[in-house]
């Protein structure tokens, strides 16, 4: 089993950027689909983007061009770095990782494991 821990959340100015981590212990993340969702108040969590063990990609509509997803199987983190922010992209962000090392676009149900979550705030 794979723990997750994320970090990196806080406050920007929208068109600023933020960067979150996802550290991973237990288990190396090599073989895992990596990913990150986001969960607004009153919405349902939503996948932003997932990288497969392979380093294919996904990102969501609303973030392509502004977030890059990527991985460190040294280091065992994953990364989310966000640029050109805006208000909407306010909300809880939560680490995934998924055992079949496959991604499945915008599944939730492709994670098994699941971070804490860390809260980005963007203001206008």
């Known amino acids: 089993q794979v723990q997750l821990e994320d970090s990196g959340g806080g406050s920007a100015q929208a068109g600023g950027s933020l960067r979150l981590s996802c550290a991973a212990s237990?288990?190396?993340?090599?073989?895992?689909?990596m990913g990150w969702l986001r969960q607004a108040p009153g919405k349902e969590r939503d996948v932003v983007a997932a990288i497969s063990s392979g380093g294919s990609t996904y990102y969501a509509d609303s973030v392509k061009g502004r977030f890059t997803i990527s991985r460190d199987n040294v280091k065992n983190t994953v990364y989310l770095q966000m640029n050109s922010l805006k208000p909407e992209d306010t909300a809880v962000y939560y680490c995934?990782?998924?055992?079949?090392?496959?991604?499945?676009?915008?599944?939730?149900?492709?994670?098994?494991?699941w971070g804490q979550g860390t809260q980005v705030t963007v203001s206008s």
């Open positions: 995934a990782a998924g055992r079949s090392g496959i991604i499945f676009g915008s599944s939730r149900n492709q994670f098994d494991y």
């Open positions: 237990g288990r190396t993340i090599s073989v895992y689909a």
